[in-house]
T-cell receptor, first 115, second 116 residues
Framework: DAGVIQSPRHEVTEMGQEVTLRCKPI?????LFWYRQTMMRGLELLIY????????DSGMPEDRFSAKMPNASFSTLKIQPSEPRDSAVYFC?????????????FGSGTRLTVV | GDSVTQMEGPVTLSEEAFLTINCTYT??????LFWYVQYPGEGLQLLLK?????DKGSNKGFEATYRKETTSFHLEKGSVQVSDSAVYFC???????????????FGQGTILTVHP
């Protein structure tokens, strides 16, 4: 099992540019989560999907952020336009929703720097 | 809603010292409880878990017991090593009867540094 795969590992972009982060969950997992981690705010849940359907996007900071899950094996998080305050590490995680007691499996994260 | 409160860090210890990181939670029903560890530059990894009251999760010398009466899940290790230096997160997952089922709620994380 390759685990949760995120790409790119690092992204440096200029303010105002569009950024797309990608995630491939573990095969068979039916829940997918996007988190943002910063020193100031810690680990924040941005959005999560069950069976490819967005369930809770209340953590998405503003309209510049959007997430999609077109199929069970792929999700994207897009920021457009990007701003320096979006600089953070973005994690994707996946899980089995219906299995009580299961934790998440996290990807290695994408470190985003907006200059 | 569900919440997790962890002991504030950073925690600095000498090698072979005893470690406790406190974690308390607020949730309805019978959540599952977890400890995750994040090493520098990496994602979070599941360290241990407990799914019902009085369960003890253990892994790599770390232990935590699910105490429903005190709503706690404190992490302990008898003798820490330099390689245990990392950030530790306590988390809960709501049970099937709750509206937050399926979603993990994390504490703020505790930075542990172990010196030789």
């Amino acid at each position: 099992d390759a685990g949760v795969i995120q790409s790119p590992r690092h992204e440096v972009t200029e303010m105002g540019q569009e950024v797309t982060l990608r995630c491939k969950p573990i095969s068979g997992h039916n829940s997918l989560f996007w988190y943002r981690q910063t020193m100031m705010r810690g680990l924040e849940l941005l959005i999560y999907f069950n069976n490819n359907v967005p369930i809770d996007d209340s953590g998405m900071p503003e309209d510049r952020f959007s997430a999609k899950m077109p199929n069970a094996s792929f999700s994207t998080l897009k920021i457009q336009p990007s701003e320096p305050r979006d600089s953070a590490v973005y994690f994707c995680a996946s899980s089995f929703r219906r299995v009580q007691g299961r934790g998440y499996t996290f990807g290695s994260g994408t470190r985003l720097t907006v200059v | 809603g569900d919440s997790v409160t962890q002991m504030e860090g950073p925690v600095t210890l000498s090698e072979e010292a005893f470690l406790t990181i406190n974690c308390t939670y607020t949730a309805t029903g019978y959540p599952s409880l977890f400890w995750y560890v994040q090493y520098p530059g990496e994602g979070l990894q599941l360290l241990l878990k407990a799914t019902k009251a009085d369960d003890k999760g253990s892994n790599k010398g770390f232990e935590a017991t699910y105490r429903k009466e005190t709503t706690s899940f404190h992490l302990e290790k008898g003798s820490v090593q330099v390689s245990d230096s990392a950030v530790y997160f306590c988390a809960l997952r709501g049970d099937a009867g709750g509206t937050s089922y399926g979603k993990l709620t994390f504490g703020q994380g505790t930075i542990l540094t172990v010196h030789p």
